[in-house]
């Protein structure tokens, strides 16, 4: 996508052939800077503070957090000393590891002398495909937008609502949950976003909004807890949102506060739908409920606040009651049940097994 009219990804190799440069994701949306990452460390280091973040990106960073590791040092030490180190920066996305296990595989078999060049073509290779597996579920998304935008008067607006920031910038390109929204714009559907907030850490005011901005779609911030108001007076038509892990029955954890919106539109009757690439599911997960590993941040998320000054520095400060303490769960589990479907690079389906295995059937138990 394109920032000032010039293309970007998220994440790309260097001339050198063996740096990557990402987009430094905590400098949005007040400063645009990028960060070269030389060693697993660094990747690790990035993943941790959310320079870059979404569940495929940290996954893309991670393949190459483990191809520099192999460059440095190619032994089966090395391969599980850095797979270790980069699996345990976060725990909810399984892209992560999934990531970690494609490059693993990729290189295991080989002599140490061919390694780090095998683990280099597969994280390559992986980002390659998370562009083209985001474009289908654009093309697949865009379905249901059309399909809203039909029952709808003609040329009225359709309004989604999307949580946290599955865009672009938590993918290598296009994005899950907006990459339909991308597509239905630039084919002239009129749209609206409502854009959640995202507490504590604003994923939605800086960087949903950043996105949508850049790109010229009609969007609007509104404090996490406005969207049960907003369903209810009709204000929205379809929730959009994507997700760090799908259980095999179809539960899905995502950034805090994506099960209190699935609530909200059960009981409104709003469509609540989870963009995902395959790279998402964790098929050895039965059911996500009190099973996905969720994530739980610093305190200090909840009681500081980051914000640009009006001589435009950047300043954090404290919001809270000095000395209360503060919980900070990154993520939540929606229940397959609450949720109206999935939309992935093979098509949309219920969210269920029986609807997961019509989209994936080389995963039923033979
Ligand atoms: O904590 P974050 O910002 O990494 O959380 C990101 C999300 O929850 C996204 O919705 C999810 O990773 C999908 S990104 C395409």
């Not at 990452?37 to 393949?63: K, N, W």
């Not at 914000?307 to 000395?323: F, H, K, M, Q, Y």
């Not at 690079?345 to 994936?360: F, K, V, W």
Request: proline share 6%.
């Amino acid at each position: 996508m394109k920032i000032g009219g010039t293309p970007y990804r998220t994440i790309w190799p260097n001339a050198d052939g063996w740096s990557v440069t990402v987009i430094d994701q905590t400098a949005l949306p007040h400063r645009f800077e990028t960060m070269t990452l030389q060693s697993a460390e660094d990747c690790a280091q990035a993943i941790r503070a959310m320079v870059v973040r979404g569940a495929p990106l940290i996954g893309a960073t991670a393949a190459y957090g483990l191809a520099m590791a192999l460059r440095a040092d190619p032994s089966d030490a090395s391969l599980a000393a850095a797979s270790a180190l980069l699996a345990e920066t976060r725990p909810t996305a399984i892209n992560l590891r999934w990531a970690l296990g494609e490059v693993a595989a990729a290189v295991r078999d080989l002599p140490p002398s061919a390694r780090a060049a095998a683990a280099y073509a597969r994280a390559a290779k992986l980002c390659e495909d998370d562009v083209e597996t985001c474009r289908r579920i654009g093309e697949n998304g865009l379905k249901l937008i059309e399909a809203a935008a039909g029952v709808k008067e003609a040329g009225a607006t359709v309004n989604i609502l999307t949580h946290c920031n599955a865009g672009w910038l938590g993918c290598v390109d296009w994005g899950t949950a907006l990459a339909p929204i991308y597509m239905a714009h630039d084919k002239g559907l009129k749209l609206h976003v409502w854009v959640d907030e995202t507490r504590p850490r604003n994923q939605g005011a800086s960087l949903t909004a950043f996105e949508l901005g850049a790109h010229g779609v009609p969007h609007t911030i509104v404090a996490d807890n406005a969207g049960g108001h907003l369903m209810q007076a009709g204000l929205v038509d379809l929730c959009i949102v994507g997700t760090d892990r799908v259980t095999a029955n179809g539960d899905v954890a995502n950034k805090i506060g994506t099960y209190l919106k699935a609530l909200a539109a059960k009981d409104n009757g709003v469509p609540f739908h989870v963009a995902l690439p395959y790279s998402t599911i964790d098929w050895s997960m039965k059911a996500g409920v009190g099973a996905i590993p969720i994530e739980e941040r610093s305190a200090d998320e909840v009681l500081k606040m980051t914000g640009r000054l009006p001589d435009g520095s950047l300043a954090t400060v404290e919001i809270a009651a000095p000395g209360s303490p503060a919980a900070n769960p990154g993520f939540d589990v929606t229940p397959a049940r609450l949720v109206t479907g999935f939309i992935t690079e093979r098509g949309n389906a219920p969210a269920s097994e029986a609807g997961l295995l019509t989209l994936y059937p080389e995963r039923r138990a033979s």
